[in-house]
């Protein structure tokens, strides 16, 4: 659904040229959900722009849906659903009279946007608020409804640009509900931005990583996550000598990597390690802490998180910076 190769962006600011995109190369299959993660700057939404012919590149090429979007931005528009970050429909308009316009913008003949219209209201639960203007819609709704836009002429790929930003939690689960849901019926290949990195941890089948306009990395989540040095295990104890003594134990056992004692005035101390499999080594660990007396407070065990993988490639936290 997507190749391109060394697609690339820059900007004249003043006399400064600025590199947005560096040269990507992005492979995504049909029927795929692939995640695009990166800090506010990095060149994700300048990627997507340029994949959806709303910005031409700099130097490149991209092929999208089977269209070269130089040679054939129009193609790829009508083969493509973008949902973005602004709201897409009209304050004043009515739900079921926007998405049954926009069908007849996209070349539906009336009949065929009209059943169209229905399938979505019903599809993305609208249909009580289909005689409602947009602007009197929750926010929740809202987006739903930007993604029926994008959908109504049924694209066989769909872009979101962030599409959960600024919705309570239930709403961000009630969408993804729907998009998920989606995808079983229609098949649609989906590519998203998005700053929730549970988001893309749960849902996405693939993540690209995005900083200063390269690719940096390019994995399922859990592949990406094994690049880490394993699972993060803390135990906290009582005082420092049983602190010590952990540590000494820690460091023994195979497939450990790099043990640390933390301590902090008032607090109990800390032993943390990094470890291969933290689930599996954690039963013999405790074992050999409980025969040499060590009394333990508590005991956790964290898997890598996406942003440990930024982390990790670039010495910088991508919450941080979202």
Known sequence: MIHTRELARTFRVGREVVEAVRGVDIDVAEGELVALLGPNGAGKSTTLRMLTTLLEPTSGTAVVAGHDIRAEPAAVRGRIGFVGQ????????????????????YGLD?????????????????????????AKL???????????LGLIHEPGLLFLDEPST???????????????????RLGTTVVLTTHYLDEADDMAERVLVIDEGRVIADGTADELKGKVSGDLVTFTVRDEEHAST?????????SVGAVEVVTAAGRDP???LRVERGDAVLPGLLRALDAAGVPLLTVQVQRPTLDDVFLTLTGRSLREEA
Do not use: C
């Open 166 to 184: 600024g919705l309570d939690p239930h709403s961000r689960a009630n969408l993804w509900e729907h998009i998920v849901r989606l995808r079983e």
């Open 270 to 272: 800390k032993v943390r």
């Open 246 to 254: 952990g540590a000494d134990i820690a460091e023994r056992v195979p």
């Open 86 to 105: 602004g709201y897409g429909a009209g304050g004043d308009q009515r739900v079921a009279d926007e998405l049954h316009t926009q069908g007849l913008l």
């Open 110 to 134: 009336r009949r065929t946007a009209r059943r169209r219209t229905d399938e979505l209201l019903d599809m993305l639960e609208l249909g009580t608020a289909a005689d409602r203007e947009f």
């Open 138 to 148: 929750s926010g929740g709704q809202r987006r739903r409804l930007d993604i029926a």
